[in-house]
């Protein structure tokens, strides 16, 4: 009986026909207490060294079915089956098993999970969106409860990620997971490579490519070269990269599979920054998501502090956190102080070059956040790293005094000349669905910075969009960021 999870039929559940759902979910409670009889009468031989083996791989595949029910019992936008995993849940746990309970405090560790949209309470409009999403993927993650504070953008994003990873194109499915998880084990995100290691199962890919970039195919092995150069120093990137995987004899690309692939760890790589950068949680139903242990009295956390996730006076300040609501506050003034300042200027008179250029320098220096080093280099988790070759290989900063490095000027190449008809032409409708994805990032704004209202963000969102270019070694020749 030492069954797995993969017997179970999930695909039911993302139906939008009552009847459907309710017929999944009864097929899963028979499967559920079927295993939880059997499990309950072999606990008495669990550790018995003739089938110790066999009934800890049943418990392994116990435990994983009842994190997927945990995970729909608070993430599915179907009321139905929310309700029934839970009553399945609860059934399981009056027979003696224990059941998982989710760990941490909501979808994103930096924002409080009162502040975040609840399953079940979400409008009409937004109910289809979040079924959209749940049909697709077979979940409501993480990333898209974060990314639901501005609904325009996650729809277009939904609709992208959606194409890319389902909808017919030059890729086989499990190649598409398969580059999802090498792009954002690159960026060492171990919430994306989890989740796409499921699914990369799911679309039946071979479980040994899982094992190491090495053991999945020469044609997957000979992507990491770019895949490394792309993600961390882009500017670096020839026209032999793509040579080499055009023109790899039987381990070659097309240049419409090629296409794909590099949308997608573009995509990827992309998307672990907004993982990182909004603290997203594991997915109930992953690591780290959920434990079967019980609560713990102590179960108390500084984190709990500084994300709004708990129940002390919100005044009150820990003196180890040094929370500050007021210098937070003063930021903010001092730059809508600036950029008043920066208004006036550029209404008085226009730089020359050499005093954009000097300007721009100087405040590189003062306001660098990304900091590198060739003494200091991590090594990721070795769960993430088998995934990618060169582990010590990162971001260096192109623009040091005394080097000169090869960029790309947006005035040779851009997105909006070149880039959107190639896409289009290799991979239909994919570069108008990245175009909408972009307007709608660079003109997303709410006319607020902080508590004030009726902002005009136009100035700080372009400095922004331009600094990320340049980051990234795309340079604007008439660019000032003073």
């Known amino acids: 009986m030492a069954e797995g999870e993969n017997e179970v039929r ?17 097929n899963i409670r028979q499967i559920v207490l079927r295993k939880t009889e059997y499990l309950r009468s072999v606990k008495e031989t669990l550790y018995r060294p003739s089938d110790g083996l066999s009934n800890a791989v049943s418990l392994d595949g116990m435990n994983k079915l009842l994190a997927h029910l945990l995970m729909l019992s608070k993430r599915c936008p179907f009321e139905d089956v929310r309700e029934r995993s839970g009553f399945i849940l609860k059934s399981v746990e009056e027979l003696g098993i224990r059941i998982p309970r989710p760990l941490g405090h909501g979808p994103s560790r930096f924002i409080p999970e009162k502040e975040i949209l609840q399953v079940g309470s979400e409008d009409a409009q937004m109910h289809a969106l979040f079924a959209d999403s749940f049909a697709a993927l077979g979940r409501l993650d993480n990333i898209t409860l974060v990314m639901v504070f501005h609904p325009q953008y996650l729809e277009s994003f939904l609709k992208t990620q959606h194409y890319l990873l389902q909808m017919d194109g030059p890729l086989p499915l499990h190649y598409r997971h398969y580059i999802g998880i090498m792009a954002a084990a690159r960026h060492q995100c171990s919430y994306l490579v989890n989740l796409h290691v499921n699914d990369f199962l799911h679309v039946g890919g071979d479980p040994k490519w899982l094992n190491g970039l090495e053991n999945a195919p020469q044609k997957l092995q000979n992507l990491g070269e770019l895949n490394k150069v792309l993600a961390h120093r882009p500017w670096l990137i020839t026209k032999e990269h793509i040579e080499g995987l055009l023109k790899a004899e039987e381990h070659s690309w097309s240049l419409a599979e090629l296409v794909h692939a590099v949308v997608l760890l573009t995509h990827y790589h992309s998307l672990a920054s907004f993982t990182f950068g909004c603290g997203i949680s594991p997915e109930i139903h992953c690591d780290g998501g959920h434990t079967f242990r019980p609560p713990s009295v102590s179960n108390y956390c500084i984190c709990d502090i500084t994300n709004g996730n708990h129940n002390v006076d919100e005044m009150q300040v820990n003196s180890a956190g040094n929370i500050s609501v007021s210098d937070s506050f003063f930021e903010v003034e001092a730059l809508m102080e600036k950029m008043k300042q920066l208004q006036e200027c550029r209404d008085e008179e226009e730089a020359s070059q050499e005093e954009m250029a000097s300007r721009f320098e100087i405040e590189k220096r003062e306001s660098m956040l990304v900091f590198s080093s060739d003494d200091d280099e991590v090594t990721p988790a070795r769960d993430v790293s088998r995934h990618f070759e060169d582990t010590s290989y990162g971001y260096k900063d192109f623009s040091r005094h005394g080097m000169h490095v090869p960029t790309f000027r947006v005035q040779d ?28 990032a660079y003109n997303l704004t709410y006319n607020t910075m902080a508590m004030h209202k009726d902002v005009d963000t136009s100035m700080l969102r372009r400095a922004i969009w331009n600094y990320i270019h340049c980051m990234f070694g795309i340079r604007f020749m008439l660019i000032c960021f003073l």
Request: glycine share 6%.
């Open 413 to 440: 190449y851009c997105w909006e000349d070149h880039g959107y008809s190639l896409v289009n032409r290799l991979y239909p409708d994919v570069g108008q669905l990245i175009d909408e994805k972009f307007h709608i």
């Open 10 to 26: 999930w695909e039911g559940l993302c139906s939008r026909d009552s009847s459907t759902r309710e017929t999944a979910l009864e």
